[in-house]
């Protein structure tokens, strides 16, 4: 029975051929010599399944981080729906600015004025509260140049390259600079990845007793930020465990890469480089978004896997439906 | 195939009279009335696997917590293993009282001492270091009275219940005051806990690299409170979902327990009373370690299910090996 049930689901079921929209080439070679000898038994490199943790970038590796971040569109897009109960805004900036649709204004403020923009716009509510504006908005906002909300603004190959690592054991984890209230919105219907399955960003939480209910209260301060340095301090406190292999596409992600790839045992570091305009994007070293500069001068010489997007992905996006 | 699978996993299996070491009795009862409940997929009360989110205190809940906190014991023995490199604690409080045994003083020394010890041997090395620190001290330290290792001293009845919950789809998470790298050291192989789903107090950490190599280091600060109101914060940060059944032992647990069994649908709370002073410990309105007053006092008025020890419990501890 125990042999019945191995089949019943192994990984040649779940996924007969897996990996399907990336095309043969050293990319997919390398992700899968590496899911083989981590999961074969024999091997000297094989990791129990409580081991097998690999962590995830979100903004760019998992999904479209161009022109701008889609939870700062978020916040935009908030501050203007705000902006009826907030007078005051029409005179001070950023949020001047954001109504007038002066970008150039909104940038100029910085992180300063993006942090600013983001307390306005997370906090003073429960988390159920914030996640139904969250869910209200990615029903219904559309990214304009690809005409498509930004759910299916996600990566067909890293849905794939996701599956096949939960079909092979591993657990799955996005570990984003971005908001972690945000992103647990929609990462397990869109991504399969629980809320506890989410690190991120958070600002801080306040619980209080209300007309005799227990509540929690997003407070305008932020928590932690769980970026470049933060993302492997993020990685401890939340999983507790140094991950076998991460997945980035920007100087963000170095500390969760090195951190990751200098543990003993086998280790597995890749890196998303945007290089199709076409069909997606081209950028790294003089982005302002996503900026990937020393992570692709140092990935020959650390061993991390560069995936060429143009050339290594058969599609970019799921098809529509 | 999928029917011989189902069977091959179904909970009748894994454990054929679920929690043998409870009495029969309202407790025990309650605790089957609710897993069977949000399990039966007939039932106006089922709910997904996803969703079934149980949560455990873990000092005085899961293991011994008397005289003193376990983890307290462990610091003032890294205290007096220390010291030889603290020339200066010999004139210095509370670290003098602790090296001359001086209990009374520790004690009064209140929680700013107790600070102190925690961050004098619980920082300055990385995340392993300390889980090998505490690891070694686990495998060697006894309890006084009950001459067992404090791995030892976990209850029965709620190893049988974790198993019984998790047999049912339930994920299982410690949510302690204690430290978070505390409590992992022990959670899997003691309590089938994955260090991911430990929820605890935490010092910060830095990001460093130390001779070129990425290296984590527990500082001397404060990072979080995982206590009282601050285990509803500690677990929609970590867990991001409002656990539906919660278990605890103290006042420390109130508003876990609250927090979770005001939310809607079918909800669990049960509060492990300590009545058993020849078994274990008899304390609760006046003990300094482990207090319960309000909680047990709003029990019956919140529907949390009380637990005496002393009744509902065939046995304390698993038997000696």
Known sequence: MGVVCALAVSPA???????????DGPAKQAIETFVQKVTDPESKDFVAPENRIATFDNDGTLWVEKPIYVQLTFALDRVKALAPEHPEWKDKQPFKAVLEGDMKT???SGEKGVAELVMATHAGMTPAEFQKIVSDWLATAKDRRFDRGYTKLVYQPMLELLSYL?????TTYIVSGGGIEFVRNFSEPVYGILPAQVVGSSIKTKYEVVD????????????????KTGKPIGINQHIGQRPIAAFGNSDGDYQMLDWTTSGEGPRFGLIVHHTDAEREYAYDRDSSVGRLDK????????????????NDWKQVFPPEE
């Open 166 to 170: 939960r079909d092979n054991g591993f």
């Open 212 to 227: 005799g209910k227990p509540t929690l209260i997003r407070l305008p301060e932020m928590n932690f930020v769980n970026d």
């Open 106 to 108: 909104v940038a100029a």
């Open 13 to 23: 079921l779940a996924q007969t051929v897996p990996l399907p929209s990336w095309n």
């Open 295 to 310: 992570a692709l001068d140092d990935a020959p010489a650390k061993g991390w896997v560069v995936v060429d997007m143009k």
